[in-house]
């Protein structure tokens, strides 16, 4: 951490000519159930992982933000009077985009002087985007003395994410991100924006193992998913006025009507439905950490990703195939949006060595692609480590 801190300073003082006086880091995260459950309003099972956004800054007197990183080139100086989407430079637009919903939410910022450090894989799956957004968040609201509470500053992540980069995400990554707790797993309610906290059994490690590959049209496919689930409640409604969200359809009500509707949106709702199911399954599960139950619902979360909701990729079949041989391997499914990125496994005590050593050996033979395998802690979320 120390020397983390040295090199950013250093940086800084290169860029910018002094000293950095504020430090926020926000955390990345990873999902162990849940997927494409939260826009549809349902549960998430998330943690946040030791992997995390700082942001070095200095404040300016001049309504001006100023933005580069240590990890990708280029960045931007931008006025806080005028806000625009940066074509050329498109990670500033997690920034940008922060501002200009604070800013349209009525909140009054101070700019500064930044310098982005992450140690979250980019594009893999584990927020390395809410990562930033709520790290600048943080950094507006302190700088600028600002009364907003984690899940508003997780709401304003989200708009910026949805109106300024123009992504249509649901709430999971920025929640996450501002209210992961330390060592534990939370059951995120969607709709209330609640959470619980939920004890891993002790005797198990959460291993992240990204399949590094490419994903393609991750963007359209998500936005059509998210259409065809909103098909599924308008056609549903018909029979259950009350239903706002397949979060309201239980397994006996969708059962009932699914012939109604046309079958690719009967898969779609038919995970969801699931899906929610399972993650309430597992916050029972993962306490108790006895091996079968967990095995059996990473499972079927697999294989309804995989044949419902249609959000599996060659790359993660191959992952799958490797995590699920390996020693020690418990259960193994999923995360993020799926189409390649990360996947998640849960492992025995004891095993991290042979299961990292069996799956990137397996993986690589099949796809020559050397994967990241990386077992994560849960850690506080997002915050501010220093300012003078
Ligand atoms: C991405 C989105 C989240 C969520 C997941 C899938 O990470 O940003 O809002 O929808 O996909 O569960």
């Known amino acids: 951490m120390e ?7 250093e940086e800084f003082n290169k860029r910018y000519g002094r000293l950095p006086s504020i430090w926020a880091r926000a955390p990345g995260r990873v999902d162990l159930m849940g997927s494409h459950t939260d826009y549809n309003m349902g549960f998430v099972m998330t943690m946040t992982i030791d992997r995390d956004t700082w942001i070095a800054a200095r404040p300016r007197e001049d309504n001006q933000v ?35 919903e604070m800013q349209a939410s009525g909140y009054k910022l101070r700019g500064f002087d930044g310098l982005v450090h992450s140690t979250i ?21 302190t700088l ?60 198990l490690h959460v291993v992240i193992c990204n399949t590094r590959a490419k994903r393609n049209l991750v963007g359209t496919e ?39 509707l046309p079958a690719l949106i009967a898969r779609r709702c038919q995970f969801i439905i699931e899906e929610n199911q399972r993650v309430l399954d597992l916050a029972q599960a993962l306490p108790e950490g006895r091996p079968e139950p967990l095995h059996a619902l990473f499972a079927a979360s697999y294989s309804g990703a995989l044949d419902l909701y249609e959000i599996g990729a060659p790359a993660m079949s191959a992952m799958m195939q490797a995590m699920s041989t390996a020693p020690g391997a418990v259960a193994a499914r999923q995360a ?5 990125g990360s996947m998640v496994a849960l492992v025995k005590g004891g095993f991290l060595e042979p299961f990292t050593e069996h799956v990137t050996k397996i993986y690589q033979q099949e796809t020559k692609i050397q994967p990241e395998v990386d077992a994560v802690q849960a850690v506080p979320g997002a915050m501010i480590l220093d300012w003078v």
């Open 3 to 9: 020397e983390r801190r040295r090199y950013i300073s």
């Open 66 to 100: 100023a933005i580069y990183s240590c990890n990708v080139p280029g960045g931007a100086l931008f006025s806080l009077e005028d806000i625009q989407r940066d074509e050329a430079v498109p990670w500033t637009n997690y920034v940008r985009g922060v501002a200009a």
């Open 121 to 141: 894989p980019f594009g893999s799956g584990l927020s390395s985007s809410a990562a930033i957004e709520m790290a600048t968040a943080l950094l507006f609201k």
């Open 144 to 203: 600028s003395g600002l009364e907003l509470d984690p899940v508003d500053m997780a709401l304003i992540g989200q708009k910026a994410e949805n109106e300024f980069v123009g992504v249509s995400t649901g709430i999971l990554d920025q929640y996450s991100s501002v209210m992961g707790r330390n060592g534990c797993a939370i059951l995120l309610d969607c709709r209330h924006l609640t959470s619980e906290v939920v004890r891993i059994n002790p005797s």
């Open 222 to 260: 998500y936005d059509e998913r998210r259409a065809q689930c909103e098909e599924g409640v308008r056609l549903l409604q018909r029979f259950y006025p009350e239903i706002t969200a397949l979060r309201d359809v239980t397994p006996a009500m969708f059962e009932g009507q699914r012939r109604a």
């Open 336 to 340: 993020g949006a799926g189409f390649g």
